[in-house]
T-cell receptor, first 115, second 114 residues
Framework: QKEVEQDPGPLSVPEGAIVSLNCTYS??????FMWYRQYSRKGPELLMY????GNKEDGRFTAQVDKSSKYISLFIRDSQPSDSATYLC???????????????FGTGTRLLVSP | EAEVAQSPRYKITEKSQAVAFWCDPI?????LYWYRQILGQGPELLVQ????????DSQLPKDRFSAERLKGVDSTLKIQPAELGDSAMYLC????????????FGPGTRLTVL
């Protein structure tokens, strides 16, 4: 079993829809949670960064963490065709024995928003 | 806006040849990472530097891969000899010294080994 599970999709929605993207994880030590957006043939771009449980909102994006269920979500309101990309979740447990953080990524969910 | 630079963007090589990738992190970022991303998967860490020192290379196939960051700024990742299974996107990322969870990625180098 992978530490981080993410449905690869594709998830197809019409423009204006609310999108829900999710990841589950098995390592209860994870406490930092990130969402990255990756356009085709480009590097990942950091969208949201949250610590521990709760919600964080940034414009049309809301990140939600439920540590009791080991489940994180990214909601996109009023989705646009320009939101079409792969969304990667990533998480870390804090400082490792190296003294540094180490990110574990999901496989990514491909989102397609049609006009 | 500050960005991570990588070159080349694309590289096609034959198996058993040597290849090298270059990365210039965001100015002032002490931590530099090299990741490998196979199509349809998430990035996997190959090596992490803090300044010029390696802090994690546990997933780097050291029989064929090497990485250096001699002056603690830009970095080079080398593969010698390349194998068919090395075909992937090689991503470089950097982060500030005090916030290593916030990693900023470059555009990547797409490697194809024939």
């Amino acid at each position: 079993q992978k530490e981080v599970e993410q449905d690869p999709g594709p998830l197809s929605v019409p423009e204006g829809a609310i999108v829900s993207l999710n990841c589950t994880y098995s390592n209860s030590a994870f406490q930092y949670f990130m969402w990255y957006r990756q356009y085709s043939r480009k590097g990942p771009e950091l969208l949201m960064y949250t610590y521990s449980s709760g919600n964080k909102e940034d414009g049309r994006f809301t990140a939600q963490v439920d540590k009791s269920s080991k489940y994180i979500s990214l909601f996109i309101r009023d989705s646009q065709p320009s939101d079409s990309a792969t969304y990667l979740c990533a998480m870390s447990a804090g400082l490792m024995n190296t003294g540094f953080q180490k990110l574990v990524f999901g496989t990514g969910t491909r989102l397609l928003v049609s006009p | 806006e500050a960005e991570v630079a990588q070159s080349p963007r694309y590289k096609i090589t034959e198996k058993s040849q040597a290849v090298a990738f270059w990365c210039d992190p965001i100015s002032g970022h002490a931590t530099l990472y090299w990741y490998r991303q196979i199509l349809g998967q998430g990035p996997e860490l190959l090596v992490q530097f803090q300044d010029e020192s390696v802090v994690d290379d546990s997933q780097l196939p050291k029989d064929r891969f090497s990485a250096e960051r001699l002056k603690g700024v830009d970095s080079t990742l080398k593969i010698q000899p390349a194998e068919l299974g090395d075909s992937a996107m090689y991503l470089c990322a950097s982060s500030p010294r005090d916030s290593t969870n916030e990693q900023f990625f470059g555009p990547g180098t797409r490697l194809t080994v024939l």
